[in-house]
């Protein structure tokens, strides 16, 4: 997810003179740092397609699942999910309000946030190369298939509706199991099975609850696992209601999968318990090269702290 301000040039009257559109236009293609490429649904739904049918909030995984279908596509790729492509074309979902709506730092920002986690992963599977990780409220994502290191041991977890879904494109094997559960239900916790340490990785996922409900549920898993680590994004008020306006709703999505949960400030985690400890801060834009309009908006978006990552650990390994 992630927020756009417009500037003033965009939308104002003079977009509909002839000419000044053409400048518009030309000002923008310098600005930009690229088109985001189109996936071509149209000729996908030539074939027959897998009917969806999911909640509301398991909707939005179609958001990063579509962000990373069209990074895959672009020349110079930061990430490539060939599995996301070929969800996008076997699914009996719209995925045109989309393609039509959304940003392209939206998209890059979704790019990012799997890199970051990538990293932080990485960093941890140094330290515990058979460790345990859990992708809390996976959706479709392939995570694992770009940090296998052959020895990890490794869950996907996320509402039965998903996980069934998932199970369509994305297979189980012996260091990978699916949970189908939800994250706050939390008979699963003693299903894993830890060597060395875990480490939860939870994207675009907890700002779609009310900070007791994670609060509780981190207190929980600071209990259950002491040392454990976690990563997870999070987005400020602002940022949660530009989210809501600019990226769900956008999407042909409603108030039904809206982003509740806004970070004032990250000191208001940390304050939840005196045993958790901040690992990591991580924003998405301020090191990547993209276009200029981008790199503007991304390094406000950066400064203003409206999205960011927080890999924390929680208490003590005992
Ligand atoms: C925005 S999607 C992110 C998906 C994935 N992490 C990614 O980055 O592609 C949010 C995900 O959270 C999942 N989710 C929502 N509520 C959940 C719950 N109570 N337990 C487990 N997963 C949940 C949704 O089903 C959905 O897959």
Redesign the pocket.
């Known amino acids: ?1 992630c927020f756009v301000i417009k500037v003033g040039v965009d939308g104002s009257w003079w977009k509909d003179n002839l000419l000044s559109k053409i400048i518009f236009n030309g000002f923008r293609k310098i600005l930009d740092s690229g088109n985001i490429p189109v996936v071509d649904h149209k000729e996908a739904k030539m074939t027959e397609k897998i009917n969806i049918e ?2 509301n ?2 909707k ?2 179609f ?3 579509w962000g ?1 279908a069209v990074e895959s596509r672009k020349r110079k790729p930061m990430l490539v999910d060939e599995t996301a492509v070929r969800i996008i074309d076997q699914v009996n979902y719209d995925f045109a309000p989309i393609t039509a709506n959304m940003d392209e730092l939206s998209q890059i920002a ?1 790019i990012k ?2 890199l970051i986690c990538d990293q932080v992963i990485d960093k941890f599977l140094e330290q515990y190369p058979e460790g345990t990780i859990v ?7 392939t995570t694992f298939e770009r940090v296998n290191n052959g020895k990890l041991r490794w869950y996907d ?3 039965p509706d ?1 996980i069934a879904l998932r199970g369509k494109f994305i297979q189980e094997s012996e260091r990978r199991t699916f949970i189908a ?4 239900d939390k008979d699963w916790l003693e299903q894993i099975e830890v060597n060395g340490n875990v480490l939860f990785m ?4 907890f700002y ?2 009310e900070e007791e409900t994670v609060r509780d549920f981190v207190l929980g898993l600071l209990e259950a696992y002491p040392g454990s680590e976690l990563v997870f994004d999070v987005s400020s008020p602002v940022g949660v209601r530009v989210a809501n306006k600019k990226v769900v709703e956008s999407s042909g999505l409603d108030e039904r999968s809206h982003l509740v949960w806004g970070v004032e400030d990250k000191k208001d985690i940390l304050a939840w318990d005196s045993r958790i400890r901040l690992l990591g801060m991580y924003y998405y834009f301020r090191t990547l090269r993209i276009g200029l309009r981008n790199f503007l908006m991304g390094t406000m978006s950066d400064l203003l702290g409206i999205q960011y990552i927080l890999h924390l650990e929680l208490g003590e390994l005992e």
């Open positions: 997810m999911l909640g909030v398991q939005t995984l958001l990063p699942l990373r979704w946030r799997s992708n809390i409220g996976c959706g479709l994502d977890l996320d509402l998903v559960s939800s994250f706050l939870s994207a675009g996922v779609y609850f």
